[in-house]
């Protein structure tokens, strides 16, 4: 007996930033350093203008658009930005009111929020940011409410505000700061616009987020995700990016989240960035160019086939052999005209009463042995769902991912030959 269920699914990608963030998190694309890193350190990674992106190499700022590979375009010098005197972190650009926040050192060493209005090609009137409670004072105000957000609270060398991101349709800039009033080390805050010319005090993002160790480079995304970097405990490695998530209705952070190995590693990442095309983000894990490197999301666009003839199946060994063939390239889910099919096998795991069947999933021999070795399991665990929702006991499914190390054409080059290799294999084992 052969059994072959075919089909195949398309990859798409969307413009919308909730799209993309599903996307790339959700492990399905491999991260590798950019080309266009060199030894020096590629740092500060922030959304720009018409939809490009800025990072700044010792001091001089570039500015890149993703290409169709999502690789790093030409890259074209800023001077715009580095005529303002920024610190060479992270900076938040409004396109709707052409304005610019930022970091920048005092005559004092401390670092304040500034702003500036684009004319043109140029930035103007930059001045310091009106930031309710917040002044450059050596004398301690005790009692005031506003105490714990002053700059006089600060540590030595840490003093101030970093990384500013722009969150709540630009009504709102988050940034990390080192206060008496935080948890410990960097913690991540934030200010709200309440009219032209002022600014509210510095609120904490909460405790569900800060920490006594270091939290930084806040991304808000729609007021429903927080990226954020932190080198909290149980972590992969130096700092990872992790998530939050709340309703927009909801004032307070949700639990934290790991983004997981997909994107993190055993040295340090961080400085996660959204643009309307992609995610980028910056490491200083080994395998890059310098010591701090860009890390562009690498993707495979295979061209949509008909579906496959049965003229290359698996035949059936000795015992009970079923195999699906219905993935695309990244993909574990099927389409609904295939639940039928499912309803076939469901039956025919039937016909052996008390049976432990394996369900193996498999890849093509595209990608990192990591990124095919979860996606093999994860769509082993997706028939192994589709199995229990119909009733089968989940106490005799076992779903196992074996990456790309058991393809049907070992050395597939044409789509249609990659097609058979993406497959879910349900095996009896142990019908003695």
Known sequence: MKRVILAVLTVAMTSSLFAIEKDYVSGWFDFEPSDKNTRFNDKALSPYKSGSMVFFRNDTAYKFYPKRDLELDSLIVCPELMKLGMESGTFAYDARTKMIYYAKKDGDGNTTLYQAREFGDKFKEAKPMNIKGVMASDRV???SALAGGRWNHTVPSLKGF???SLGKNGKRIYFSGKFKSGKGDRDLWFIEKENEEWWSRP???????????CEDFALEIGDTALFFASNRPGGFGDMDIYISRKKKKDKVWGPVENIGESINSSAADYNIAFNRVAMYFVSDRKGGKGRADIYRPSRIDPPRQNELTAENTIEEPKGFHWVLFFFDFGKTDMKPEYEAQLDELYKALLEFPGAEFEISGHTDNRGSDDFNKKLSQKRAEYVK???VQRGYDKRLLKAIGKGKNEPILPNAVEEYEHEQNRR???KIINND
């Open 141 to 143: 105000i005790r009692g």
């Open 162 to 164: 970093h990384n500013p």
């Open 203 to 213: 609120q904490s993002v909460g405790d569900s987020v800060n920490t006594a160790v």
């Open 385 to 387: 769902a589709l199995l």
């Open 424 to 426: 879910v294999d349900i």
